[in-house]
């Protein structure tokens, strides 16, 4: 029998407020533990809660870059439970008037463009972290993370295949850092996701019987997780091997399987009723305009003019898009040397080997783009050849050094005197007499030996291209 598998995201994305949602405690993440907790945050009866605004101005812009629905007026809920890392026993959340609903995303994969639809997107607190300490067999609780400000995105079941997903997340990642409401750094869990899954025969409409997989932090971990958990999914189905109920279950990557946590809660176990400490907010529509008019350009705005404007190739545009850095790097760049092919062509190839070769990762490279236009300029220009040009990028990247202060300095300007390299041609030559014959006796590989000993000669200060033609030229008429 074929099966089909249905999914549904909850996506858990922290905001980028300096402050928590409710209280002025810093929301930096790697502060030490409890470093960062006050009265409020710790759950402290009697300790009034104060909304930050910016929290709800980023809320918005989530909803604004996910063509979503803006509420005008949005409430905050009570959501009760018990957990070891939730200190007041019930999280602040959005149940009856989120700040967001009905929204899309449109995904690319190879079978074509798809329109994932949203529920809604709901701001709430986050939750502590526990610490588990198997030396000794105990739990810590750092409550840094209480009251950290995150949306919660929530998809309709609208994914079936692994390859949707991480589609999803990808552009769902690229909108979020592009329009600055989350950096979605997922290694430091300020991007989370929930997957819920279920499998049905092909043709059924009625679901099947929904698991969710907590907390998937990597997109490895999701493709894995959801491999598995169809397998097993369908494993019962075919062969009765187990009873499949509605329950909350954990990835663990060192095994490669997933395991049961608890059974999955309903709405109703979780005993809703409205935040009577918080009073309605109310979003005009001026509030809305002035967020929208605060963001960038949305990558695939940018990708419409670097493919169709700027004619830059579809790959390419579509890798820097995918980058907030990469995508600041361009347009800081471009500003300096406007020449988009060039420019674009650095970025992908020199720049990112540069940055790879001192162990900087494309998200943490931190570049002087005028510096780096310098670069390009000189290299285009052949004021100094490729290699140096390389040499200076890794030294801008690394030290910030100025490139022209440091070619002056260094005597590292192209050699154009066209006497002197072929001077440092006959001498190479003659130095190497028998690897001359077999360039004569039609061994061609020999050309990149003797343009290496000329390179060497001139300080690697010439044009290899010039030095490879003047080497023919010589060499032939021996």
């Avoid at 062969?239 to 509605?246: A, H, K, M, N, P």
């Avoid at 490669?256 to 809703?272: C, H, L, P, Q, V």
């Avoid at 510096?371 to 690394?398: H, P, T």
């Avoid at 440091?406 to 190497?432: F, P, R, S």
Wanted: glycine share 8%; net charge negative; proline share 4%.
């Amino acid at each position: 029998m074929n099966y089909e598998v249905v999914m549904g995201l909850e996506v858990h994305v922290e905001l980028a407020t300096q402050s928590k949602l409710f209280c002025a405690c810093s929301a930096k993440y790697g502060a030490d533990a409890n470093e960062s907790v006050c009265p409020a945050c710790a759950g402290m009866p009697g300790m009034p809660a104060v909304t930050n605004k910016r929290a709800v101005a980023l809320g918005i812009a989530a909803g604004i870059v996910t063509n979503s629905q803006i509420a005008r007026v949005m409430t905050f809920d009570k959501k009760s439970y018990f957990y070891p890392d939730l200190p007041a026993g019930y999280q602040i959340t959005q149940y009856a008037a989120p700040v967001c609903t009905n929204g899309w995303v449109e995904i690319e994969t190879e079978a074509g463009t798809k329109r994932i639809t949203l529920k809604q997107i709901h701001i709430e607190e986050d939750a502590g972290k526990l610490v588990h300490d198997n030396r000794t067999g105990t739990t810590l609780v750092d409550f840094n993370r209480t009251s950290v400000p995150l949306v919660e995105i929530v998809s309709n079941p609208d994914f079936r295949s692994a390859e949707e997903v991480v589609a999803y997340l990808e552009k769902l990642r690229a909108l979020l850092r592009a329009a600055g409401v989350s950096d979605c750094k997922m290694e430091e869990g300020s991007l989370r996701c929930d997957v819920n899954i279920s499998v049905r025969p092909a043709g059924q409409q009625s679901f099947g019987v929904r698991t969710e997989m907590k907390n998937m932090s990597s997109l490895k971990a999701i493709v894995a997780a959801i491999a598995f958990e169809s397998e097993r999914h369908i494993d019962a189905l075919e062969t009765g091997s187990e009873v499949l109920i509605q329950e909350t279950r954990r990835w663990d990557d060192n095994k490669g399987e997933t395991f049961s946590m608890r059974e999955k809660e309903n709405a109703t176990d979780y005993r809703y009723f409205p935040n009577p400490e918080l009073m309605p907010i109310v979003i005009s529509d001026e509030w809305i305009e002035e967020v929208r008019a605060a963001l960038p350009e949305l990558p695939h705005e940018k990708y419409e003019r670097m493919t169709a404007e700027l004619g830059l190739p579809d790959r390419d545009s579509r890798i820097v898009t995918g980058s907030k850095n990469l995508s600041d790097i361009f347009d800081g760049t471009l500003a300096h040397y406007d020449k988009p092919r060039e420019v674009v062509n650095w970025i992908l190839g020199d720049m990112l080997s540069a940055a790879k070769g001192i162990n900087m990762g494309e998200g943490d490279i931190v570049l002087d783009c005028q510096k780096f236009a310098r670069v390009i300029e000189l290299a285009d220009s052949q004021a100094i050849n490729r290699n140096v040009a390389k040499k200076l990028l890794g030294l801008v990247l690394a030290d910030g050094i100025d490139p022209d202060a440091y070619v002056k300095e260094h005597g590292l300007g192209m050699v154009g005197d066209t006497g002197a390299i072929e001077a440092a041609v006959k001498e190479a030559v003659a130095e190497n007499p028998k690897s001359a014959g077999e360039y004569k006796g039609g061994n061609q590989k020999v050309l990149g030996f003797f343009v290496g000993k000329v390179m060497r000669k001139l300080g690697g200060k010439a044009d290899p291209k010039l030095v490879g033609r003047l080497l023919r030229d010589h060499l032939d008429k021996q």
